[in-house]
């Protein structure tokens, strides 16, 4: 694997996506690390700890709601806007032939996306502002202040939105799923010191921390098996004759993912 990488390193090309994948991955981190103003972090720590799904989120996000930072929303307006695009264009006869119109028409559907994802933006916006509201993290703040919050938030969900497509155009592709990855990664070493904390207060024991670290194994090679399952399509070649020559019949096959199959039907 480190042979690989090394030798990966020296074509130029995969060594240009190297650099901008980690370059513009590392802008995405740093955005994380900057708080919105007027909130008092110290009531979302509390929320996110006591709540499961709360907690879930922050993980997904990196930590960014804990800190309520610019990104506290991540991009998960995006993600919700692709959903609802993709069940639409079942729907809606003319977004389906937007969708076989090929390149040009799936940019189009790709502008669509943004424009929703900055609306789905604003309204997860108001509803962790008011959330967190309700919780005192945001007293005494006057309207235009509570406007700025608001903006920042769908602001900071656009550019790490705008991220993602730069990591896909001139990195490695898939950028709002590497964007995702680092942030449970970011994760994880927090994840693991609180178990560890909880395991010396006797909340838990050793031996619930080794099956909850199993079932998280176990869960990553499933995932990595379906991920890189195949269906080999088999393909024969008859023999043909060139000439004085005879060409033997070849057999070979087509690699076809379960992903591809679930696209194709």
């Known amino acids: ?94 977004l389906e032939q937007l969708s076989k119109e090929g390149e040009e028409g799936r940019k189009k559907i790709q502008s669509i996306t943004r424009y929703l994802s900055i609306a789905i933006g604003f309204v997860l916006a108001i509803g962790i502002f008011s959330m967190i ?22 602001v900071g969900s656009t550019f790490c939105m705008w991220l993602g497509d730069q990591i896909t155009a001139k990195g490695f592709g898939n950028g709002v799923s590497i964007l995702i990855f680092v942030n449970i990664v970011s994760q994880l070493p927090v994840t693991l010191m609180s178990l560890f904390t909880l395991e010396k207060a006797k909340e838990i024991t050793i031996i619930e921390i080794a099956l909850f670290l199993i079932g998280a194994l176990a869960l990553l090679v499933v995932t990595i098996f379906f991920s890189l399952a195949e ?11 060139v000439g004085t020559k005879v060409m033997r019949g070849q057999s070979t096959h087509i690699p076809l993912s379960l992903i591809d199959q679930q696209l194709l039907q």
């Open 133 to 154: 509201a309700s919780q005192g993290a945001a007293t005494g703040l006057s309207t235009a202040q509570k406007a700025v919050v608001l903006i920042s938030l769908v």
């Open 1 to 94: 694997m480190l042979s690989t990488l090394r030798n990966a390193w020296k074509v130029p090309e995969l060594k240009k996506k190297f650099l901008w994948t980690i370059f513009l991955v590392a802008i995405f981190r740093m955005g994380i690390h900057i708080p919105v103003p007027g909130i008092d972090t110290s009531y979302l720590n509390e929320m996110t700890n006591s709540s499961g799904l709360l907690g879930f989120y922050n993980l997904i996000s990196g930590g960014a709601l804990s800190k309520f930072s610019i990104f506290a929303l991540s991009v998960s307006p995006y993600i919700n806007a692709s959903i609802i695009i993709q069940l639409l264009t079942i729907a809606i006869p003319s």
């Open 231 to 241: 269906r080999r399509v088999p393909i024969q070649y008859a023999g043909k004759a």
